[in-house]
């Protein structure tokens, strides 16, 4: 039997896309023009948008003036301009549309917002540029990035590189696909609830989130401004490990190699699971976590499996933190526009009053919805007290991961419950996201690493069930053969450069099974 998902029709080659560091290091050693690595992205893109619908705002001829000016430093060996670097030099990179770029717009995918224009770069966006990066445009997201499927009104729906009646994810969902086809070697994205690595992950690329204090939000569009306990955190796609730690590098995030890796002071301790969360894991992700915890083992690290208690608890204190308004401040984001069904019917789950969600909650039990029953209890507005509660939570599960990083230096686990999701399932399957949550909560660098692929017998295994969530997640476990499965590393000691030695070890075990 073989998988029915390849490469997309149409694809010139990703797999012999250039990585970012190879780009930028011959760019900066006269070996190759910043306006070849353009060119070569502006052939890419026009392949294969009409399949993808990711790209949504290009800037080529903006873009190829940079290149121009690159170009013309690099043949001068000057910098005309003070803290100008060449760790970046010629790579075309994508920007999240929720990032301001200078002259372009963000409208979250809002009809309203359509004239919202950016006068300026974001800081993240101009740091990338001195850092010689050529941004090519803006790339698709989910209507208020409120959703894991990357649709809106103003600009479409994005579409899977491999499977056309899937999406990326999201919400960096547009991001991720252009890197997963090869158009784009390195992408701006931000996460609030897993939007940087639930995508990696649906599209087989690498992603990373670094803690708030090495970032920030990059200057990224707030949804929700009011909310301080929780914020979106910047970080970057790419299709190597090693592009994603020049990115970082590039920003000031982390130390350029040569560095000392926590792994040469001491053998590297991993604590693991394959719990994800209120949905059951697809055969494939679960077995993905299990060939990476085994490769680790394999390579000299000490390995402890937990029971993942702590990061189901951290799902639900989560999810009850960004929806305690009620949805409010994402409502506001449309005045003069009407959200697209699915998005709201998710604002009118979260403004059921508190009062009210128990009796709902119950109903939606007899009706054999228990994973939503369990959600709509857990979530929704609260009092300045009950806040206060969620807050307590908080802390008990960060004392509990403090705890735990007493012993271990990283957590490997699943990124999603499932592979990428059919179109217009987002809503009804938001919690298969929830082994992501466990970093947002408590600030933790985190990141996804393709490791496998479902294979042929992996598409079943799901008990029969009449919750229209086991359901939705069964018929995407279905037809699923052939796409990619990625795992998630959490830092507990050591920072990002903890993860990305993790990331780049299960990488590896990734590559020798090809």
Known sequence: ????????????????????????????????????????HITRHQATHAALNALVQPCHAAAVGEADRI?????????????????????????????????????????SRRHCLDAADAPLVERMRMAGAIVVGKANVPQALYLYETDNPVWGRTNHPQAQGRGPGGSSGGDACLVAAGVVPLAVANDLAGSI?????ACGVAG???????????????????LTAVKPRAGFLARHVADLERALAAVGVITPPPRKPLSTVRPLRIAWWD??????????????????????????????????????????????????????????????????PPVLRQLKLAGLPRWVRPLVAGLANVAGRSIEAEAIFAT????????????????????????????????????????????????????????????????????SVPISH??????KGRAVSRDPVMQAAADTDSG????????????????ETTVLEVMRLIEGLSQESR
């Open 454 to 459: 479902v294979r042929p017998g992996e598409e």
């Open 1 to 40: 039997m073989h998988c029915r998902h390849g490469a997309m029709e149409g694809h010139p080659g990703a797999g012999a896309v250039e990585s970012v560091v190879s780009i930028a290091d011959a760019v900066a050693a006269g070996r190759a023009r910043a306006g070849q690595s353009v060119a070569q």
């Open 480 to 495: 699923s053969c052939g796409l990619p499965i990625g795992v998630q590393v959490i830092g507990l000691n050591g920072g």
């Open 275 to 340: 719990d994800a969360g209120p949905l059951e894991p697809s055969v494939a992700v679960r077995r993905g976590v299990h060939e990476a915890v085994a490769g680790l083992r394999s390579a000299g690290l000490e390995i402890v499996q937990l029971d993942g208690r702590t990061a189901r608890q951290a799902a639900w204190v989560h999810l009850a933190l960004l929806s305690s308004d009620g949805g409010r401040q994402v409502r506001q984001l449309f005045a003069g526009s009407r959200p697209m």
């Open 71 to 111: 170009d013309c430093i690099m043949r001068s060996g000057t910098d005309h301009e003070a803290g100008q670097s060449h760790m970046l030099a010629g790579v075309p990179v994508s920007v999240k549309e929720c990032f301001p770029v200078r002259g372009l717009v963000t409208t979250l995918g809002i009809p």
């Open 197 to 201: 690595r639930q995508p990696a992950h």
């Open 208 to 226: 990373i989130v670094p803690r708030s204090t090495a970032l920030g939000d990059g200057g990224s569009f707030r949804t929700m401004p009011e």
């Open 380 to 447: 929704g507005p609260r009092s300045a007290a009950g806040f206060q509660r969620i807050l307590e939570a908080r802390q008990r599960l960060g004392a509990e991961v403090d705890a735990m990083a007493m012993d271990y230096d990283a957590i490997v686990c699943p990124v999603s419950a499932l592979p990428a999701l059919r179109h217009g399932t987002a809503g009804l399957l938001l919690l298969a996201a929830a082994p992501c949550m466990l970093a947002n909560l408590l600030d933790l660098p985190a990141g």
